[in-house]
């Protein structure tokens, strides 16, 4: 099933008269290909969960459609929808087995579609071996662990066979090891059944581990959408690049000047390396606008913003940024190297590096080289990007 | 250990002390009343001991009409206070605009004195010289008879009576299950909503279930109330219950140690103990019902 969503708006009214009203999710304006399994991804409050509740139809959008396939499903309430949605606290009714849970959805169905409790029986039994609990049956959700929970959800969306699949924090509640686990399971069951899946998350790694494609939002505008890989090697702007990979990108504050990029007096990257912003278009904080061309050398002076990748840097006696070291934690196979710099925007610089390439630990100071695509220049105003390394 | 737990004992004396002087005693010595023949509270003497007590008491036709009185009046009041409670809080819980206001009209009687409250129901259904009171003017305009709701007939006086315990033990009712109603997470209706479940499966399979514990202690909370009634039969219908055939089992506990026929601990006793044989039989009772269908 094919989810168009079309310039889909939604604005909760404010409290009082002077409190003014929210808008949750401007302009929304999305295709998600049939099959696919899409992650949501943004900060709390950016309109990810409202987006959901839309596409579920348990909110109304002020303003724009939403297609499944080329359905207008927009005034149509959920029941009708045909869709699975998976509770961030999973919702289970606690009075009811495991089995009664599984088999509640496929009790409303009237008329011809009505169902005789071993058709019941045998499809909650279906569902629930998808998912792996089939022993688990005759429990209670009480005597569940939370990853047992979280598959009886699943296992509830998925008995009536849904059009699409909609998940609210699916791990969220979850430990850490639990969620490595689920996450792949999500993965799984999404490729088995084929169900285009679409679920919500603020943790940028469940995202990009386990998504086709990821829609990073922020403040109810969509920032940009793509592979995750993709999304990770050409973030269009600061927020993006910021909110993807762990440990974060690190951002310097620097110049361009004379076709150059200068972080304080150190001479970082050379115009020659840098590619141009790909020129997509794509919403942005001044509406739809193409990228400029290539940095020329007599490109004018100005203030951006530097983001370099952890991974970005490698140790070099004669690299042109000079840090002053702070220390190594060594990881196994890689080294990171903690360091500060005047220019840096948060606290430490933290750069990944091999073993075999960690700094004397002994000097005050670190020397740098940066690879070239993993550097990237934002404008200091827009935080647009306006620059890729290559 | 050992030293704990003399502490523990010696934390509990106070508490235990006053169980003790004003429970466990008094308890006790109401069993022993009950057993006494005749016992007499000036020379504190009896004339022997057996269940002399409890046979003349179970012959007595004041006694019978009592309990009779107190059965109906259990039997009728809290199914339907309960069910009305559920019915008005889920109602509450669906309003959004006015709620307030409602939950206040509602709560109103909750804090309206008992006897306040027995003066506006003679006012609605006594007759007097000079009114039919307010119900028989209504069913007048009906072209119904008149009917004395409290020296008439007996189904009338039992119909006024139920009608005014009902009217007052709801409001507490409504108050605690509306916040019951209020404390079930909303995400269990919104995960019923996709699922296109019905209004009234809805009701019926999961909110009653979620808040079934506070339904059960509405009713056995209920039940003992019910079968304790006896203030507001007197706010009806005065203090000589007998006389309007009206008593409750505790009314006739007063009147056997004060009333104007009393003097009689011994009968008074034995009427008590009777009461709680059958409360905690109900109890019991509710109890087992309960395993199956209050979900924790």
Redesign the interface.
Known sequence: MKVTLKDLTKRFPGRSRKDPAVTAVNDFDFEIPSGELVGLLGPSGCGKSTTLLMI???EKPTEGQIFFDDEDVTNIP???RG???V???Y?L???MTVEQNIM??L??LKGADKLTKEQMKEKAKTAAKLVQIDHLLERRPKELSGGQQQRVAIA?ALV?MPRVLLMDEPLSNLDARLRLQTRVEIRRIQRETGITTIFVTHDQEEAMSISDTIVVMKDGVVQQIGRPQDVYDDPHNLFVAKFLGTPPINVFSGNLHRGKIYIGEDEVFDADNLAPDPGTVRPGADGVRKGPGKLAKDAGDCKVWIGIRPEGFYVDENGPLTCNLKGVEIMGRDVTVLSEHPEFEGETIRTIVDSENRPDTSKSEVHFRVRPGKIFIFSEDTEERLYGSR | METNNKKAWLYLLPAGIFLAVFMVYPLIDVLIYSMEESYNFASQTSRGTGLYNFNYILHDPYFLQAVRNTALCVAITVPISTGLSLLIAFGLSSIKALRNLFQTIYFLPYVTNTLAVGLVFMILFKKTAYTDGMVNLLIHFFHGPSVDFIDGPYWAKMFVLCFYVIWIVMPFKILILTSALASVDVSYYNAAKVDGTKGWRIFLRITLPMISPTVFYLIITGFIGAFKEYSDAVALFGTDLNAAKMNTIVGYIYDMLYGDSGGYPSYAAAAAILLFAIILTITVINLLVSRKHVYY
Do not use: W
């Open positions: 579920c139809g348990l959920p029941e009708e869709v699975g949605l509770f961030q606290n919702a009714y606690p009075h509640f959805p009790g409303n509830r009536k």
